[in-house]
């Protein structure tokens, strides 16, 4: 899930984009002494007018889900050059978050509409609709279970059938929190998951909600217009090719890549330099957020209007 930047504007979401800071904080320790790491495989070009929110493939077909309100859609992709295959337009009212596919079914959660919609995967005809409670962010699916994010360190759990809720897991690492989680891929017995504003993949497993491991894809190109919402967001699961498709808001590519884990036998010096580049990275990724944090904060404060003139009723 990711707001438009005049949405980040408001006094709550500044308090919720500090939020956010202090949880890269907390799993800073655990992110740069994972053993995750990834070789770049390939790259396709990828719309960059599309908000992704949701990716997913089968039966080796690309499932994309975009949004922002009056843009958001549910798409096929091409594998072999990035191109859209197929569209359809969710109503205006509706701000597309995740995907996921079980059968021929296609859900698509909403952000704020309290909505999981339905559609047939052949036709993109919209067969039905579903409650969900809270925000939607991110989903997934594996076959006995549907996995829902809502953007707080919590991922709900439905039956695939009816999509009721039947539980959920409170992901930890250290037994901290981890908050912010975004677009999910279901894989194996684990989940992967995108940190919201960051460039991280947190890999969590879907029995208990532990942190298994992080992947820093800081390295990765995203879009060209410098945009700060053009943030990671984007898994895929390609069977065929034994890799993660990534790809990331108004990204004009998608990277194909395959995950490996660092040898444990690594040398001292060898662990102290990466571990030193790791933190580095990430803490001028931190400092940088702080800096817009202050000056949005700053903004909030000089043109808040006074309290008997901003009663309103807030619109979905």
């Known amino acids: 899930m990711e707001r438009r930047s005049d949405d980040m504007a408001s006094p709550s979401n500044v308090h919720h984009t500090a939020a956010i800071l202090i949880s890269l904080l907390i799993i800073l320790p655990s992110s740069v002494s994972a053993t995750l790491n990834h070789n770049l495989v390939s790259t396709i070009p990828h719309d960059g007018f599309a908000f992704t929110q949701g990716l997913e493939i089968q039966d080796g077909r690309m499932y994309e889900s975009t949004g922002l309100y009056g843009h958001s859609q549910v798409r096929e992709i091409s594998l072999e050059d990035g191109s859209l295959i197929r569209s359809h337009d969710l109503n205006d009212s509706f701000f597309g978050e995740g995907l996921t596919l079980i059968g021929d079914r296609v859900l698509v959660l909403t952000w704020k509409a309290g909505l999981i919609l339905e559609f047939e ?45 039947t ?83 108004n990204w004009t590519n ?20 990466s571990l030193s580049a790791s933190i580095t990275s990430q803490m001028k990724f931190i400092l940088i957020s702080l800096g817009i944090l202050g000056a949005v904060a700053v903004a909030v404060s000089l043109i808040r209007t006074p309290p008997s003139l901003s009663a309103y009723n807030e619109d979905e």
């Open 121 to 165: 995967r052949d036709t993109f005809n919209q067969s039905t609709q579903h409650n969900l409670e809270g925000e939607g962010w991110g989903i997934c699916s594996f076959e006995d279970k549907i996995m829902v994010s809502d953007g707080t360190d919590q991922i709900s759990i439905l039956d695939p059938l009816t999509l009721e809720p």
């Open 167 to 249: 539980g959920s897991i409170q992901v930890t690492s250290n037994d901290s929190e981890i908050w912010n989680l975004n677009e999910l891929e279901c894989v194996g017995d684990m989940i992967y998951a995108n940190q919201w504003m960051s460039p991280f993949i947190h890999v969590i497993s879907a029995n208990d909600g532990k942190l298994m491991s992080t992947l820093d894809l800081s390295n990765l190109p995203s879009g060209t217009s410098g945009d700060r919402n053009e943030v990671l967001n984007g898994i895929a699961w390609d069977e065929e090719r034994q890799g993660f498709w990534v790809t990331g808001k």
């Open 254 to 273: 998608m990277y194909l890549i395959e995950l490996y884990e660092t040898q444990q036998n690594a040398y001292p010096q060898d662990i102290g330099n």
